[in-house]
């Protein structure tokens, strides 16, 4: 479904991405790890188009993006859904109008149909008559919900999670996770979930890529990364101050 091929992108006189080479395949959740500042959002928003690489190649479903015109990519990027960090959710707008943006903004629904689809979006994250509400009358996990059900409103073939658990109390996080391993199951989607939380990780991988340095270092199944002989993935997935990761 994904394929990234030698990707190099420099900024603010500093190359993020060195080289990096990523295969996601059809209907799997990958999960990339890395410390803060690694470039894993950077690798993300190369994915939709918001970056250009310097050098290299992505293809989504077949198709290479980096040289798209901006209509080509607008049609390629529809496949994509994403929950961001954060949740994003438009300050000024409804939970049904933000979970329904997409869906105006892409498709020519009649409202009824619309409206149709904000609830069932909202109904498969857990929350039913919570379209009128504003964001600023939501939790933290219930932001991160109503962002969840707006990425899959359109019912995106890749859904994209940026830091998921970040911001919100383990046992939130924890139900974020459950919503993760349900929408690969009941939506068939493809997922890639960039994350430094290890608990959060072994809980929705299929597999699991470190990025270190610029490139991907390592890809295997949590089994495969918990029995590493990489001492920086070990450091890394063990939280350890010690080691070949220096932090200052």
Known sequence: MIEIVDLHKSLGGQDVLRGVNLEVDKGETRVIIGQSGSGKSVLIKHLIGILKPDRGEIYVDGVEITRLREDELQKVTRKFGMLFQGAALFDSLTVGDNVGFGLVRYTDYPPDKIKELVKESLAKVGLRDVENLMPYELSGGMKKRVGLARAIAYRPDIIL????????????????????????????????????????????????????????????????????????????IHGQAEGPIKEW
């Open 161 to 236: 999670y940026d830091e998921p658990s970040t911001g919100i109390d383990p046992i939130r996080a924890d139900a974020i996770n459950d919503l993760i391993n349900l929408m690969g199951r009941e939506l068939k989607v493809t997922s890639v979930v960039i994350t430094h939380d290890m608990a959060s990780c072994y809980k929705v991988a299929d597999r699991i890529s470190m990025l270190y340095e610029g490139k991907i270092i390592e890809t295997g199944t949590p089994e495969e990364i918990r029995n590493s002989k990489s001492q920086v993935v070990q450091q890394f």
